[in-house]
């Protein structure tokens, strides 16, 4: 795709207005309900989307990769050690001379100006597909899956733990969505405070707390995530004692019997999360992995 016109971009979930965020919400159910009934539709036939990826991940590449054959296209690797990228080429070379040969740019970095910056020089659509800041592609299967249990968003949510990229993504879909949050951190790794101004201008705010008992007061879902994300492993043994003081850990003792509980994953079982709890009922992490695939399909065709 070489023509003038602007491609959109999925950067930040307030990308979207909130009107297409429920459409897009509403076409990956819908293309979940057809693949569910075994119906793959080719709507991104012959097209190509090249994922590039400076940190591991299991259930981003592998969704957006299925997603495409599912959709009749084809997706394309590149790993820290494939391109040039990270080896000396420029982002912004990058971009460009991808945007000649791809339809789509998937990218998951660890400086959110790099991805910012992929979005500015290509001149294909491109796709957060996490940062150091952000996780919007997460959001739209975390949003999905809330809809898909409590319609409408009918639902009073906790987020207990770190304020970090996902929490913060999270912060701002549920903002768009008016979803009930309350958000407990430890003071030091609260949100930041502009996450928490834009949510206030996109819609209901959440509650921000410190103390994690209250947060989860009355909750239908507890939603976590690690507490030691990707390329913060020597802040390690500061941030786990500072969890474990202030009882953040997700567990039996913290929830209410019929609290429902979601995790990003990749889960750390023993240290934001117990065992028994991802290995409950309560747990919606499976589904909401799923749910990766249907929105991306949803966003991928939106934004062709
Ligand atoms: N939740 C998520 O993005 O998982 P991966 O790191 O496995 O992609
Ligand atoms: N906060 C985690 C999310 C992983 C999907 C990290 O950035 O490592």
Wanted: aromatic share 6%.
């Amino acid at each position: 795709m070489t023509d003038d016109t602007e491609p959109r971009n999925f950067v930040d979930i307030d990308d979207l207005t909130t009107e297409e965020l429920h459409a897009v919400l509403t076409r990956a159910t819908d293309l979940k309900e057809r693949e569910h009934r075994g119906k793959h539709h080719p709507l991104l036939s012959g097209q190509t989307l090249g994922m590039i990826f400076e940190k591991p991940s299991t259930r981003t590449r592998v969704s957006f990769e299925t997603g495409m054959t599912q959709l009749g296209g084809h997706a394309i690797f590149l790993g820290p050690d494939d391109i040039h990228l990270g080896h000396g080429e420029p982002v912004k070379d990058t971009a460009r001379a991808l945007s000649r040969y791809v339809d789509l740019l998937m990218a998951r970095v660890f400086d959110h100006a790099d991805v910012q910056e992929l979005a500015e020089y290509a001149t294909v659509p491109v796709v957060n597909g996490l940062t150091d800041d952000a996780h919007p592609c997460q959001t739209l299967a975390d949003l999905l899956t809330i809809r898909e249990r409590f319609g409408d968003f009918e639902a009073d949510v906790a987020w207990i733990g770190d304020g970090n990229n996902v929490a913060q993504s999270f912060v701002l879909g549920a903002a768009m969505v008016d979803l009930d949050l309350t958000v407990a951190t430890p003071p030091e790794y609260a949100i930041d405070d502009a996450v928490l101004d834009r949510a206030a201008e996109l819609g209901t705010p959440p509650e921000v707390t410190t103390d994690p008992e209250a947060a989860v007061e009355g909750a239908d879902i507890v939603y976590t995530d690690v507490w030691v994300s990707m390329g913060q492993e020597d802040q390690r043994a500061e941030k786990l004692e500072r969890f474990q003081r202030g009882g953040f850990q997700v567990s039996d003792d913290l929830l209410d019997p019929d609290t429902q509980v979601m995790h990003c994953l990749p889960a750390h079982r023993g240290e934001e999360i117990t065992d028994e709890v991802m290995e409950s009922d309560r747990a919606l992490v499976w589904d909401q992995a799923e749910n990766r695939l249907h929105a991306q399909k949803g966003l991928m065709t939106w934004l062709d």
